[in-house]
């Protein structure tokens, strides 16, 4: 499914992998789709099945994390708001019902290990947004602890950019910043110590909150997938190298081969990259739900 259309619902929002669609005044219907984007581009190739892997693994995540954090699942199912019977097989594993919240202009980047613009923003300064580490880390190095590195959310086709923990605190206030700041990393210690013993490593992943009408914080959008996490088998990691990984990875590595100026239009995916990384997508899900 590269883009979903349904006859009953109004569509409010299509971003780069979810449609959202109004319920009622409290909420929404949100739709996985098979879309993969790269550099904030969205690619013209889906990924057979990734959108049902994506919900899969939101939902896995969503229910082992409720003693953590309050989360924006409804009681409602996508039979209770969708008629249609073959709109419903379409949407079969990759949508579900959520509440209606106020999302805040932050992602709540949590990374373990320095990897990414966090190792590029390291050699240059020695910290990772605001956050001084010790030097001489390689690529790929465990930190000594997990720190916070939230990026400020940018308007739509526009990149979202790494800033401090002080400015977070500006646009949420201070009280509210700590909570997301001490939520996203005790999320981030548990998940990491359950995707280790299922033989991954979550190098780095990225959460996204809400705040209902009382301001209680609420865990949102996707949670420690492929498309918002770094997954690394356990048996290929090795410091000082970029490991191969579960995400979407490969398809950057391809599209970094490529002449592009990483600006719509995106390039076709060759057949091969398409399957290994839907293969990626499902022995993610399988390793992390066993």
Same mark, same amino acid.
């Given at each position: ?43 013209p ?12 693994i ?25 008629? $249609?019977?073959?709109? +419903?097989?379409q !949407?079969a ?11 805040? %202009? &932050? *992602? ?7 990897i ?60 509210l ?33 809400g705040? $209902?009408?009382?301001? +209680?914080?609420? !865990? ?12 690394? %088998? &356990? *048996? ?42 839907s293969d ?11």
């Open positions: 499914m590269f883009e979903s259309r349904l006859q009953g619902l109004k569509k409010v929002h299509q971003g780069k992998v979810r449609d959202i669609y109004e319920v009622d005044a409290e909420h929404w219907l949100i739709v996985t789709t098979d879309r993969l984007s790269a550099f904030d581009v969205v690619l190739d889906p990924i057979p099945d990734k959108g049902r892997v994506l919900n899969g939101s939902m896995f995540w969503f229910d082992k994390t409720r003693h953590l954090v309050p989360n924006h699942l409804s009681n409602l199912a996508v039979e209770d708001v969708v008629d $249609d019977p073959q709109e +419903r097989r !949407l594993g990759r949508a579900v019902v959520v509440k209606r919240l106020t999302a805040l %202009p &932050v *992602e709540a980047v949590v990374r373990g290990y320095l990414g613009s966090g190792y590029r923003d390291y050699v240059a300064t020695g910290e990772v947004c605001g956050v001084a580490l010790p030097p001489g880390l390689r690529i790929a190095d465990a930190l000594p602890e997990p720190i916070f590195t939230p990026a400020a959310k940018a308007p739509a086709g526009e990149h979202d950019e790494n800033v401090d923990f002080e400015t977070i605190a500006r646009r949420v206030g201070r009280e910043a700590d909570e997301i700041r001490r939520i996203a990393l005790e999320i981030y210690r548990f998940a990491a110590a359950h995707a280790r013993e299922r033989r991954i490593i979550v190098a780095d992943t990225k959460f996204e909150f705040v $209902d009408a009382g301001g +209680r914080l609420t !865990l949102i959008d996707e949670v420690l997938t492929p498309d918002s996490s770094r997954f690394w %088998p &356990v *048996e290929s990691y090795r410091p000082g190298v970029n490991p191969p990984s579960f995400d979407k990875q490969l398809v950057r590595d391809y599209l970094e081969s490529l002449p592009w100026n990483k600006k719509p239009p995106a390039p076709r995916l060759p057949a091969e990259i398409i399957a290994r990384t990626n997508y499902r022995r993610a899900l399988a390793m992390l739900t066993a």
